[in-house]
């Protein structure tokens, strides 16, 4: 079942996680490109799909092959000490903002971490969202920005990761390049599969080919097929309860 709901289940999703089954093909010209971000601007952006099985297995990946020891993710840092705290023994999963179900946090991407580790994580989001969509993309880089110290992969929904102004606004790729306008991103292109946001969804897409490369000028990792994740999903009346937003 891919939205679990207590933390046992989650604990046995990411231990039944495999994270050194997956290969992700990659292009030399793209990785030189990736790696020319890192070199000259310390960034790399990675723009996802929320709830994909495979996202966690592509940053452990591009980590590798970029020899990175430094991440930057999308979530709440009001989750700092938790994840801290997971990443040392196992524990933390029990505060409610892991268990909002949109797909940012997934078995996988705990199975990552622990695999990975020991490795800087910086969560990034902040603690309240204003309503203000550029305005969260706009401290969101202010985050990014204050925590390096080191080369970072920095990952976000795909809406958040342009180097460009969009139909939403200014997102937090943007941000970033305006202060470090050499700073690249990669996009996720994804084909045909199911993920997890909130509830099962399905994507009939096409993904010309697998791994990273440069396509039309872009850096892309192709998925032209993936899976759903297993994502942590309270009870919206639970959550709410636990957040101390009910009445």
């Known amino acids: ?33 990736a790696a020319r971000s890192l070199e000259e601007t310390g960034l790399l952006l990675l723009g996802e799909l929320h709830g994909v099985r495979e996202n966690p297995l592509v940053v452990m990946r591009l980590m590798d092959a970029l020899g990175l020891r430094s991440l930057a993710l ?16 196992g524990g933390g999963l029990d505060h409610p903002l ?22 800087k994580v910086t969560l990034f989001d902040g603690a309240v969202f204003t309503g203000d969509w550029s305005q969260r993309d706009a401290a969101m880089a202010q985050r990014v920005l204050a925590a390096h110290e080191e080369p970072t992969l920095v990952v976000a929904g795909n809406a958040h990761t342009p180097t460009s102004a969009s139909d939403l606004g200014l997102p937090m790729g943007a941000c970033l390049a305006s202060a470090r306008p050499a700073v690249r991103s990669i996009t996720i292109d ?21 791994g990273l490369r440069v396509a039309d000028g872009d850096l892309v990792v192709g998925l032209p097929e993936f899976g759903e994740a297993v994502v942590p999903h309270m009870p919206v009346e639970l ?9």
Do not use: C
């Open 1 to 33: 079942m891919p939205g679990v709901s207590t933390v046992d289940e989650l604990t046995r999703a990411v231990a039944e996680f495999a994270t050194d089954e997956y290969e992700l093909p990659i292009e030399e010209p793209a990785l030189e490109r």
């Open 98 to 119: 892991w268990w909002t179900g949109d797909g940012r946090i997934t078995a996988g991407h705990l199975a990552v971490l622990k695999a990975m580790s020991p490795v």
């Open 239 to 247: 959550l709410e309860q636990r957040l101390g937003l009910g009445s």
């Open 190 to 210: 994804y084909g045909t599969g199911s993920f997890y946001n909130t509830a099962s969804r399905r994507v009939r897409g096409y993904s010309a080919a697998a």
């Open 74 to 89: 999308e979530w709440s840092r009001n989750l700092e000490p938790h994840l801290a705290a997971y990443l040392d023994g």
